[in-house]
Each structure stands twice: as structure tokens, then as C-alpha cells.
């Protein structure tokens, strides 16, 4: 499920189901922040046998599962760091449109996607630190704060290795 999780960050598989730990209503990206310097187009794969078809559209990707689902993922770099922030197509459980995010990179040929911890994220909730949010449905979390401080919230806790639920698998392209 791990895994599965970190590639929603990717396909979206979670972002809008409530599997995901937090969901925003706002993007993560604003057109300055845009990037499309990874190769990220084309078929991957992750361990267990999932395929995502990734193609270029307009601002970002368009990102289709095996499954049937569809999603729009766009790239975007603050400071040094890469993220992706994705939003569903085709989840029609979705009333209002969400976006998930998470850290993205590349190494060794292979796409590694690092959504942010939920543990971590509902205590710093707690500590009052947290960019403006509540709970959802099923106990989600639901960042309600405006795009410039989500990103600056992202950007202070980047480097935070507690701060990201990180996998050792990581997808590989197909083709």
C-alpha cells in the first residue's frame, strides 16, 4: 500500500479516494513554478505490476492507469526541489476538485514519488504549525490554505526526511 500511495502522488490513484494523507483544495503550482526538465513521458511500471501511460499535455501531463483512471499531473520546481501536484479526471466521488502533491525524482532510471507523512502532517496539525486545513471525510486531511502558503510550508519542510513518507521502489520505464 506504501508504494501504491507514493505513486498516487504520480497517477493520482489516492488523491481523491481517502487513502491519501491530505488533500488540497488549492494547487500547489502557479504557472512560475512549472517545469517539464524530467522525462517523465511515456509507460512505467512499478514493482507489483501496475502500469501508468504518462503523455505531455499542454501545461503538465496527462497521466492514464491500466485501470481506467485518468489524471492531470503537473511538474513544478520550488527551489531546489521537484514536485508533482496531480488532481483526478475521472474519480466521481470528487465534488469539489482536489490536488495531492508529493517530492519527485529520478535516479538510476528509475521515478521515485515521496508523498508528504501522515503522522507527521497531523502533528505538526497539532502543534498549530500546519498551513490552513481541517479533517475531512474519514478523518482526511483537507489543506484548505491558498497556493503561496502551501508552498511555503512545503519549501520550509522540504529537506525534512521525517516530513516525507519515502519507499525504496520506485517505478521503471516500460517504454
Not at 79 to 93: H, T
Not at 102 to 121: A, C, P
Request: glycine share 8%; with cysteine; charged share 20%.
Amino acid at each position: 500500500m506504501r508504494f501504491t500511495l507514493l505513486l498516487a502522488a504520480l497517477a493520482g490513484v489516492a488523491a481523491m479516494t481517502g487513502c491519501a494523507p491530505a488533500v488540497a483544495i488549492h494547487p500547489l503550482y502557479t504557472s512560475r513554478n512549472l517545469v517539464s526538465d524530467l522525462p517523465l513521458e511515456g509507460t512505467w511500471a512499478s514493482s507489483d505490476g501496475e502500469v501508468w501511460q504518462v503523455k505531455k499535455s499542454e501545461d503538465g501531463y496527462e497521466v492514464d492507469s491500466a485501470q481506467g483512471s485518468k489524471y492531470t499531473v503537473h511538474l513544478l520546481r520550488l527551489n531546489e526541489y521537484e514536485f508533482v501536484d496531480v488532481a483526478s479526471k475521472s474519480d466521481p466521488e470528487v465534488g469539489v476538485p482536489g490536488h495531492l502533491f508529493g517530492k519527485i525524482r529520478m535516479q538510476g532510471g528509475q521515478l521515485y514519488v515521496s508523498s508528504i507523512d501522515e503522522t507527521w502532517l497531523k502533528q505538526t496539525m497539532d502543534a498549530g504549525i500546519a498551513p490552513e486545513s481541517t479533517m475531512g471525510e474519514g478523518q482526511q486531511i483537507v489543506l484548505t490554505a491558498s497556493t503561496s502558503e502551501l508552498q511555503k510550508f512545503i519549501l520550509l519542510h522540504a529537506a525534512d526526511p521525517d516530513a516525507w513518507d519515502d519507499d525504496d521502489d520506485g517505478l521503471h520505464r516500460v517504454r
